[in-house]
């Protein structure tokens, strides 16, 4: 009876362990998640406009499992690093962006704000190597003139 007992706990265990490394899907070493726009260091006015570019891999929906494609997640202010074994939080410094989109339009308030983006597979997770921008810092002024938009460079996501 312990022998089945120990063999029923090693499987229990091991199909835990694999549902775990699952969570780390494979990503091209050849990735790379940028922001388009705004520039690093750049001063603007609220509401500002985030253009997000990938290289070498899709953007889909959230829930979607095609391989090599995620979607994007924006975190602003967010000093922590993010858990590779818990999915990406989704609150006011981590925002989803579920339907594949590759802009979002932000109201921040006057001052310093860092932005990030973060590549997540169809289940919010971080892929294996992580797919992760270069932190940006911006500053948001008060009664700055609006900035004309820029024009999306040709190819970008």
Same mark, same amino acid.
């Not at 992580?130 to 820029?150: F, H």
């Given at each position: +009876?312990? %022998? %089945?007992?120990?063999?029923?706990?090693?499987?229990?265990?091991?199909?835990?362990?694999?549902?775990?490394?699952?969570? /780390?899907?494979?990503?091209?070493?050849?990735? +790379?998640?940028?922001?388009?726009?705004? #520039? $690093?260091?750049?001063?603007?006015?609220? =509401?500002?406009?985030?253009?997000?570019?990938?290289?070498?891999?899709?953007? *889909?929906?959230?829930? $979607? $499992?095609?391989?090599?494609? /995620? &979607? &994007?997640?924006?975190? %602003?202010?967010? $000093?922590?690093?993010?858990? !590779?074994?818990? =999915?990406? !939080?989704?609150?006011?410094? &981590?925002?989803?962006? *579920?339907?594949?989109? *590759?802009?979002?339009?932000?109201?921040? #308030?006057? /001052?310093?704000?860092?932005?990030?983006?973060?590549?997540?597979?169809?289940? &919010?997770?971080?892929?294996? !190597?992580?797919?992760?921008?270069?932190? %940006? *810092?911006?500053?948001?002024?008060?009664?700055? =003139?609006?900035?004309?938009?820029?024009?999306?460079?040709?190819?970008?996501?």
């Amino acid at each position: +009876m312990k %022998i %089945i007992r120990s063999i029923v706990l090693a499987a229990a265990l091991a199909a835990v362990a694999s549902l775990a490394h699952a969570q /780390g899907r494979p990503s091209p070493k050849s990735a +790379m998640l940028y922001i388009i726009s705004p #520039e $690093d260091g750049e001063t603007l006015k609220s =509401p500002v406009t985030v253009r997000f570019g990938l290289h070498d891999m899709g953007v *889909t929906h959230a829930g $979607d $499992d095609f391989i090599n494609s /995620g &979607h &994007h997640h924006l975190l %602003i202010d967010v $000093d922590e690093p993010l858990n !590779p074994n818990e =999915p990406i !939080p989704a609150d006011k410094n &981590h925002q989803h962006f *579920t339907a594949g989109q *590759t802009e979002a339009v932000l109201d921040l #308030e006057p /001052g310093k704000h860092t932005l990030q983006l973060v590549l997540g597979d169809g289940k &919010h997770f971080l892929f294996n !190597p992580p797919v992760v921008s270069k932190k %940006i *810092t911006i500053t948001v002024g008060e009664n700055l =003139p609006a900035a004309p938009p820029r024009p999306r460079r040709r190819g970008s996501h």
